[in-house]
DNA sequence: ACCACAAACGGATGAGCCATCCGCTTCAAA
DNA sequence: TTTGAAGCGGATGGCTCATCCGTTTGTGGT
């Protein structure tokens, strides 16, 4: 099942591609393939080889991020307070999706275009019912919420705080945590 | 700066493209104009006639369900209690929001195709400034929370709600209002 | 060093969407 | 009924998308 490595001038190709994508994102131009592909000076068919659909790539692109949250999520339940092991995972999934334009859809999407995504949210998921498990055994939240609320929300915030496009990234992030706290005064049981 | 009553067989147009329109929005269709104009039996040039971008069509189909929220907020306005009032409200826009498919893109777009939609978004705006007055007046909300908060607010809830897409439209209204739910106990000072 | 072949490349190309332009039709005022 | 303005429609060119296939390039074996 595993495939055989790639040929070198195809690895740098494909870097090059995630490269100029990257770019794309961070703009907030539409990732469109043919147009990275004339950016990159590369053939079309050969993004379209590596990356079938906008969609597989910008998950490449965002996987970095989200596996770097889904440390955050292992890290945090180390953590002994339940209350604030949720929070502060909240908080940083919060300033991931914020910071990185790239994240956001790939958690809002219902499908996955490339396994490792689906394996990485999976874990995520995992982790952070763990989390929310914690919490509600120490009665420390809401008991009606659950896992499948708390991606939405998040998501949702993030939308909130993105809607304000006169802001710069930095200051969205400010108030995307600004919202994650009302939620989560709405949700705490002291 | 008034412009001249249509032709007879125009507003029948205006009228069919309207209809079709209002389909596709309902069924999550894309609302494309060629496509409108093929489905409605009507040329191409007209649909653009009367509505020169997807946008503008969307917002004449939107805008009766956004008078009808500002009517909500009017009406809230002559509720005695300032938390009462505010939270009705709020719950009727978010009902809104989630039956008709046709708003939420209309109240998160930056800027306004049609003269109408700025004016009906201008008075609400201007009408929920009024209720967040009188519930900061009175004490019974988060100091620090505005009406530039509030509206991407509802807009993230209605984005949280929306993305399970796996519900029927009616359970994603109860979702959202759930969620309203939480944000408010969040925001609520008794 | 060379060969052979599989892997990868690239761009020409056809399919499909968008929106405009312009010749024709229809309405309504006189 | 006439007349001209308002409205209609679809052919059309520009643009994006994604595939196909002839060519090039890297690699493992001799």
Redesign the pocket.
Known sequence: MNT???????????HRIIEIARRYVDDGR?L????V?RTA??????????F???EALLETIALPAIEKLLRRAEHALAEDDPWTALRDFLAAAIEVLLTDPAVSPVFAAATDALEDTSDCKRRLATAFAELLARAHAAGVIDSGVTESDMVPLMCGIAYAANIQSTLDPTERATLGLRYLDLLLTGLHRP
Request: avoid cysteine.
């Open positions: 055989p490595p790639l040929r070198k001038d195809a690895v740098q190709n494909r539409p469109q393939l043919n147009d592909a000076s590369i053939g079309v068919a050969t993004v379209y080889r590596h079938p659909t906008p």
